[in-house]
């Protein structure tokens, strides 16, 4: 059970809170999860033609209903998700609550504060031409920051850049239409990862990441337009699922 402190919707301490999901223990949880949804999404989960990803789906749908609904005290299928313009998420509320999600593999994050934020995860054994995404997605300094951080471990050190752009496109809003509009580097760790925005590098140091690792064999990343925050992560467990 979730404690009012685990969803207090105030972040004016500069605090994002990010969620993580293991779906496959929700497995014996399917019903509940289900019914936390409303019908158009339930049509939706219906549609999909691996078990595996309709599984991950619904667990990652429900769970960021669930959630929503204890920061906001309503019940998960009383929220009307609405989306934007290039398909990001929305919930209106009286709190500024913003959040985004995603998944890969068996994980879903989720990640809510009180302005426009994204996030990204990827499943490092995913497979991915690395050479020609990077020619065609990143920028030659963007390349160049590849070639100064993989000798160690090239692969994460592609998703480490692809999961800081991905989020920053999901916290725009944009789609992959904003990837010519931000550079970001591929060093570990770094709390101001854009090397441009905009064309502006000042632009950029108004963007905080946040790295991390939500389960062996992934990687993930939090961006936000924002001075540095409070990060506060938790683990979402069958066991919370209570109204």
């Not at 920053?168 to 789609?175: F, H, M, P, Q």
Request: aromatic share 10%.
């Amino acid at each position: 059970m979730l404690t009012p402190a685990d969803t207090n919707p105030d972040f004016r301490q500069q605090r994002a809170d990010i969620w993580v999901i293991d779906t496959g223990e929700f497995a014996a949880d399917s019903e509940l999860l289900r019914s936390f949804l409303q019908p158009d999404e339930l049509e939706r989960h219906a549609r999909f033609a691996s078990r595996q990803i309709a599984a991950t789906w619904l667990t990652a749908r429900a769970g960021l209903r669930y959630l929503l609904g204890r920061y906001l005290d309503e019940t998960p299928q009383s929220l009307i998700v609405k989306t934007g313009p290039n398909g990001k998420p929305f919930v209106e509320n009286p709190f500024q609550l913003s959040f985004n999600i995603s998944h890969s593999g068996s994980i879903a994050v989720i990640a809510v504060t009180d302005r426009d934020v994204g996030i990204d995860v990827e499943q490092l054994e995913r497979q991915v031409d690395t050479a020609a995404v990077l020619r065609r997605f990143f920028s030659p300094a963007e390349q160049a920051s590849y070639a100064q951080y993989q000798q160690v471990d090239p692969r994460r050190t592609f998703f480490r850049g692809w999961t800081r752009k991905e989020a920053v496109l999901k916290a725009t809003g944009e789609g992959i239409a904003g990837l010519a509009h931000n550079e970001i580097s591929f060093a570990p760790a770094l709390p101001h990862a854009m090397l441009t925005y905009r064309n502006s590098a000042e632009a950029a140091q108004t963007w905080f990441f946040h790295e991390f690792e939500p389960a062996p064999g992934y990687i993930a990343a939090l961006a936000c337009q924002s001075p540095p925050m409070q990060i506060h992560k938790s683990l979402l467990r069958p066991g919370a699922l209570s109204l």
